[in-house]
């Protein structure tokens, strides 16, 4: 049974930083497409970003480039995301996702239902 635990949400002033883990268990991690999603009050949710294999491929939304980083622990079976210089547009609940094939993590516009298995979400506010 696959289970995603996101962690490391809070309040934080606009130019600040915040980290996201999440704590996955039940399957064979380094096999999967790993991301993050968020949904803010009103929009569509939206991939931000994604990583996979051992190289850690990875692919970041036009809106967090060059400010989110993804990375992942293989051996803690955890994924993170380092969030810096936050907008007030970035307020969302964030989720973390995973699929058991790479499919997610090759399209050029990654969407959330591409996803197989996502956390309940943690929500991060920035003001």
């Known amino acids: 049974h696959v289970q995603l635990v996101e962690s490391g949400g809070g309040s934080v002033q606009a130019g600040g930083s915040l980290t996201l883990s999440c704590a996955a268990s039940?399957?064979?991690?380094?096999?999967?497409?790993m991301g993050w999603f968020r949904q803010a009050p009103g929009k569509d949710r939206e991939v931000i970003a994604s990583?996979?294999?051992?190289?850690?491929?990875?692919y970041y939304g036009d809106s967090v480039q060059g400010r989110f980083t993804i990375s992942k622990d293989n051996a803690k079976g955890t994924l993170y995301l380092q969030m810096n210089n936050l907008k007030t547009e970035d307020t969302a609940i964030y989720h973390c996702?995973?699929?058991?094939?790479?499919?997610?993590?090759?399209?050029?516009?990654?969407?959330?239902?591409?996803?197989?298995?996502r956390g309940q979400g943690t929500q991060v506010t920035v003001s």
């Open positions: 990583i996979y294999g051992d190289r850690g491929f990875t």
């Open positions: 996702a995973a699929h058991q094939s790479p499919g997610p993590c090759l399209v050029a516009s990654p969407r959330p239902d591409l996803f197989t298995y």
């Open positions: 039940g399957y064979r991690y380094s096999d999967y497409c």
